[in-house]
């Protein structure tokens, strides 16, 4: 499944956060934290699904978007299987 998320520079690290579900990972490279994020998601919805949760938790709140927005992040859609 494609999922939308914003990336963006923090400190010697970067930082993805998923825009329509509330989840972010950090790694040492663009790279590292797209696939962090892909591969932590995925995971995630597998245990949720697992244990008989209906869903993730919703859209992280809008503040943060516009915090990391604001610090230059970058908008990308990233392949998740899940």
């Known amino acids: 499944m494609k999922v939308k998320a ?3 520079p923090d400190g010697n690290y970067w930082y993805v956060q998923g825009i329509s579900e509330d989840y972010g990972v950090q790694g ?3 790279e590292e934290a797209k ?3 892909c591969r932590g998601l995925a995971s ?3 245990l949720r699904k697992e244990r008989n949760f209906q869903a ?3 859209p992280p709140p809008p503040e943060l978007l516009v915090e990391l927005n604001l610090e230059g992040g970058q908008e990308i859609e990233l392949e998740v299987d899940a």
């Open 28 to 30: 040492d490279s663009q």
């Open 44 to 46: 995630t919805i597998k």
């Open 35 to 37: 696939e962090y994020f």
């Open 6 to 8: 914003i990336i963006v």
């Open 56 to 58: 993730l938790s919703g």
